[in-house]
């Protein structure tokens, strides 16, 4: 069986995993959490402990993990590294690393910005030593390379769904993002030039055939991520944006069957995924790769977790006016304390703004989706009136 | 030298049930209903217990109390948990057990002990309806049957409805929607059955599970409820002839160990 | 018989008038007055001691006698007595509202602001609490990020109501020279900023002097705790885990440290008067524990328990001082180095082995881990720490309950696990029946 190294924060440096040759997989988490139950207690962060089931059973596809990388970004991911070591890493041939990964706070932190970078530079060591791989600083300037275009060609994607919604299926990227914290980027990229491709010169939603018939290079992949993609019925209805925690796709299934249209996200398995690094910057006069790096992620507009606060709302702001937004989906995950503190202070701050929000609880699990359905909906008639779908 | 008589009394939030024993033999046991007044219902059953034995309390050496209303018995000479009851209880009947999973009305608990039957560890869940009596009665209710014929309705189903609601209250409304769909009435009882299963198996791998496994409590009657949580612990599960007196009984055994002790 | 509870229940009687009555300087001079005259009451003399500072310190928050700041629970407050700020512990005050009975209706109010009742209560309580207005108002927030997800999270939401900067600490989890350069140099960061925005000058020998201070607490502390290891227990643990008001708030307060050198003398006496026959005040000692986090604040009905079926908490994790000496000298390196050396922000295992070495020291029979409902951090790890406990021989209970929020503890079943657990060690200790 292949083993693959695991990982779950947006934030994870896949480019150092690619740098030493080591095979990543982004755990996501599924509907199943039962092997958790003797690790982790049932009042801690549902996508942890999905998250914890699915690296035990072997995530699923045949995958077995060697080992994870976990940020510290919140006490539920450090007792998932505590419970990954427990479960597997009694013998030594278990990875388990925590990265730690500085609060931003909101402002730019020179301080900050080295600590992170001799975090990740401590990471490739020990991930080199563990796995027998060498470094390679150019190794490390290609996968820096290949992430950055895998990013840009996801957010072209992105960008065609703001213009289109009625055509795309907010899960179907959703699942995309997800795939490509699974694959090697150079084998992703065709497929998604491929996607991009086909899906600019259709324009609407009667050459999405075209579209697929059209698909050149990018081989049988691409012609299933189109067709996920696809949008099944449409919808001209209310503009959503949606932030807080992870979502699982059947969620965004649902807000689209009853009518919605998700035009932007700021999630982690979604568009957070594929947020745009900064330019390289030169530090000091050498060229710096991990300082670089760290630079390029804490630049990115905060999640929830980095205490960002003003800086936070003002970005979902921008997101709201850019996305064209007309309300919010905030979703919470049950025990998350990031998404639910956070949500009391935007509350207001929406509400004074007059944007319309929702405030959708889940337990991670698809169980919960009648519950969502009816919250949903409400929101839906208050947006908008019922459109019609066709 | 005349052999010890003690006295369990199990003070349950549903049932209150009394055993009488003397050196190592019940001489009877009792099952009434708590009704709303735990103190009235621990003596009548003590009382019931003692002329089904034909004997008067000034014969018995001694009265151990257990369950939720174990704090309302005054004539008891102690009071102790019945998770240590059923542990005692469970090992008495059968010595190889290990495992002890206890599905009461409002609770449910699962109890491991060593081979002589003292506790070595143990789970409780009292916060959720779901996984105990309740949840069944809810259901039963809903279904429009009696508790007690939950067993044999299972027995008719050639498959299990699917319930995937964790909570008692949506898993109701789970039930009502199948009843509407004309899913038949025996799959949604085996569903039901196996719901309670799975959590109850949850909490009993969450302690740690050991063999030979025993199930006590009024849910154990249920032979649809047994049949899913052996399959789902892959485990034999022994049932005592009356599930529901064990706490009684293991509380009336540690009088008897109680008392012996105090009198050498 | 009037006690300092029964006194401010009173006075508090009217929620309305609880601003005028915790701003008034009347308040705090007849709470003086009931201290004095309940001084005997107290198991301890710094007990009664520390009720005195507390309430002091109260009086000069409320009644503005010096900047106040807000301070998490786990941050290094050595910087606010340097400037000399008013540190005030609204995580502290939620537990004395709680106390006082008034938890359940601040409890309705913080979730009434938005807050699920899914996070920590004793953040409820304080969003509740801030909500009505009931909590003196900070020139700053000072949070620390090592031990708690939700109070740096909470006070950045404060901030914004108050329009107060926060000012946190991120400690990162792997130690290294770099990590804790990047610690000391926030520490010192916040320092300046701290002193700009409370408009005090920065002095170093003022800072000097409050690690000082804190230095004399560490070792009157740890001088505390070895006296404790003997059997029986000189002291009750629950009395001691009154102590954490100094441990959260009091560190870097030259008051802390002569309470810490009392108590240290206290017990000294103690343990030299002791009788051999197990007693420990009034008690019996038939249950030595080691108590992991914290314990109800709502009412006394668990530790009474405990204590009445003979159960002795001879040691507890809050109590453990697991920092080094610090030096003044050097107090942004020091206090970077203590706050990094928590037990509790490093592998499971870390925490397991201290607590492991505290059962074999404290000889306890049992491990009890107050499993406080939305604290990720502490019951996060709780069943790891229940099963490498347990494959070293020791008995453990993971009890789940809530400090704050006795909302859901109707029907007893906290009693009945504890009951059920005392049993167990019962079983062990005498190898029979009970």
């Known amino acids: 069986m292949e083993t693959v190294l695991g990982w779950v924060c947006a934030y994870t440096p896949e480019e150092v995993f690619a740098a030493l040759g080591i095979e990543s997989f982004r755990l996501c988490g599924g509907e199943n959490q039962a092997s958790a139950v003797q690790y982790l207690p049932v009042n801690l962060c549902p996508l942890a402990r999905a998250c914890l089931s699915e690296g035990l059973d072997n995530a699923g596809t045949g995958a077995s993990l060697s080992g994870v990388v976990l940020t510290a970004s919140c006490h539920a991911l450090v007792h998932l590294a505590n419970a990954f070591q427990h479960a597997r890493g009694g013998n030594g041939q278990f990875f388990v690393h925590l990265l730690d990964m500085p609060r931003t706070f909101g402002r730019e932190d020179d301080a900050a910005c080295r600590a992170f970078a001799a975090a990740l530079r401590d990471l490739a060591g020990r991930l080199g030593e563990f796995y027998g791989a060498a470094w390679s600083d150019e190794a490390f300037l290609t996968a820096i390379d290949k992430q950055q275009q895998v990013r840009l060609l996801l957010r072209e994607l992105y960008r065609m769904r703001r213009e289109r919604p009625e055509q795309f299926r907010a899960a179907g990227l959703l699942e995309l993002v997800r795939a490509a914290g699974r694959t090697r980027k150079e084998e992703l990229a065709p497929v998604l030039n491929s996607l991009v491709a086909s899906l600019q010169d259709a324009g609407s939603g009667d050459n999405w055939d075209s579209a697929q018939d059209g698909m050149q290079d990018g081989g049988p992949a691409a012609a299933v991520f189109l067709e996920h993609l696809r949008r099944q019925g449409s919808s001209l209805g209310p503009r959503l944006l949606v932030t807080g925690n992870s979502l699982p796709p059947a969620y965004f299934d649902l807000i689209e069957d009853l009518g919605g249209n998700v035009v932007g996200d700021d999630l982690c398995q979604s568009y957070r995924y594929c947020l745009p690094d900064t330019e390289q910057t030169l530090d000091g006069g050498g060229r710096d790769l991990f300082m670089t790096l760290a630079r390029s992620y804490l630049r990115r507009p905060a999640c929830p977790r980095m205490l960002a606060g003003a800086e936070r709302f003002a970005y979902l702001q921008a997101l709201i006016r850019e996305c064209q937004a007309q309300g919010v989906v905030y979703h919470a995950l049950k025990f998350c304390d990031a998404s639910i503190y956070e949500y009391a202070l935007l509350r207001n701050r929406f509400m004074e703004a007059g944007v319309p929000v929702l405030y959708l609880e889940t337990e991670y699990r698809d169980a919960g989706l009648e519950q969502a359905r009816t919250r949903i909906q409400a929101f839906l008639e208050v947006l908008g009136p019922p459109t019609e779908k066709y | ?264 | 018989m009037m006690d300092v509870e029964g006194f401010m229940r009173h006075m508090l009687c009217d929620r309305q008038r609880w601003d005028r009555v915790l701003s008034s300087p009347l308040t705090y001079t007849l709470l003086g007055g009931v201290l004095r005259l309940t001084r005997g009451n107290w198991p301890l003399d710094a007990m009664y001691q520390m009720g005195v500072f507390a309430f002091n310190e109260t009086g000069r928050a409320y009644v503005g006698k010096a900047p106040v700041v807000w301070s998490s629970a786990f941050f290094p407050v050595e910087l606010a007595w340097g400037l000399g700020l008013c540190p005030f512990s609204p995580e502290v005050a939620a537990a004395y509202i709680a106390t006082l009975g008034f938890g359940e209706e601040t409890m309705s109010m913080g979730e009434q602001a938005g807050y699920s009742r899914d996070i920590c209560s004793f953040h409820r309580c304080i969003a509740g609490a801030a909500s009505a207005g009931n909590l003196p108002r900070p020139a700053a927030l000072l949070a620390s990020t090592h031990l708690c997800d939700g109070a740096p999270l909470l006070f950045q939401n404060l901030a914004a109501l108050y329009g107060a900067p926060l000012l946190a600490l991120d400690i990162p989890y792997n130690s290294s020279p770099e990590a804790v350069r990047y610690v000391a140099g926030q520490l010192e960061q916040l320092w300046l900023s701290l002193a700009d925005v409370t408009g005090q000058r920065p002095d170093r020998d003022k800072l000097a002097e409050a690690v000082r201070c804190s230095e004399r607490f560490r070792v009157q502390m740890q001088r505390v705790n070895e006296l404790r290891c003997r059997v029986p227990s000189p002291v009750s643990g629950n009395d001691m885990l009154g102590f954490v008001y100094l441990f959260f708030v009091g560190q870097g307060s030259r008051e802390a440290a002569e309470i810490a050198a009392g108590l240290a003398k206290e017990i000294e006496r103690r343990v030299a008067g002791l009788g051999r026959s197990g007693q420990t005040g009034t008690q019996t000692e038939k249950y030595r524990l080691l108590w992991m986090h914290l314990k109800p604040y709502y009412n006394n009905e668990l530790m009474k328990f405990v204590e009445q079926d003979g159960g002795v908490l001879a040691m507890e994790e809050f109590s453990h001082v697991y920092w080094t000496p610090l030096d003044p000298e050097q107090p942004f390196l020091s206090l970077a180095r203590k706050t990094m050396s928590h037990f509790a922000f490093k592998p499971v295992t870390e925490r397991i082995r201290v607590m492991a070495e505290l059962a074999r020291k404290y000889r306890v029979d049992g491990i009890v881990h107050f499993s406080h409902h939305g604290c990720r951090t502490a019951s996060g790890g709780a069943l790891m720490i229940k099963e490498a406990l347990r494959d070293e021989g020791w008995p453990v209970l993971v009890l789940e309950g809530d400090c704050i929020d006795g909302r859901n503890e109707a029907c007893g079943g906290m009693l009945t696990r504890m009951q059920a657990f005392l049993e167990i060690l019962q079983e062990r200790k005498l190898g029979c029946a009970l």
């Open chain 2, 1 to 264: 030298m005349r052999l010890m008589i003690t006295a369990g009394i199990d003070v349950g939030s549903l049932s209150t049930d009394a055993v009488l024993m003397r050196d190592g033999e019940t001489l009877s046991q009792i099952i009434i209903n708590t009704g709303a007044m735990a103190r009235a219902a621990a003596e009548r059953a003590f009382e019931l217990a003692l002329s089904a034995a034909g004997l008067q309390a000034s014969d018995v050496d001694a009265v151990i109390a257990t369950g939720y209303g174990r704090m309302s018995v005054p004539f008891a000479d102690s009071q102790v948990t019945e998770i240590s009851c059923h542990g005692r209880g469970s090992a008495w009947l059968s010595p190889k057990v290990r495992t002890v999973i206890d599905i009461g009305g409002q609770d449910s608990k699962a109890i491991r002990i060593d081979g002589k039957g003292n506790v070595v560890d143990f789970l409780m869940n009292d916060k959720c309806a779901a996984g105990t009596g309740r949840f069944l009665e809810v259901m039963a209710q809903r279904l429009e049957l009696e508790l007690a014929e939950l067993g044999r309705e299972d027995q008719q189903a050639a498959r299990a409805a699917q319930i995937s609601s964790m909570c008692t209250v949506f898993a109701e409304s789970e039930v009502v929607s199948l009843i509407a769909q004309g899913v038949p009435r025996p799959e949604i009882v085996r569903g039901l059955h196996r719901s309670i299963a799975e959590r109850t198996a949850g909490l009993a791998n969450r302690l740690g599970l050991a063999p030979e496994v025993m199930m006590t409590g009024g849910v154990a009657k249920n032979p649809g409820v047994v049949r899913a949580l052996s399959e789902k612990l892959g485990a034999k599960i022994i049932l005592p002839p009356e599930p529901q007196i064990v706490g009684a009984l293991g509380a009336a055994l540690i009088a008897q160990q109680k008392h012996a002790r105090q009198s050498v």
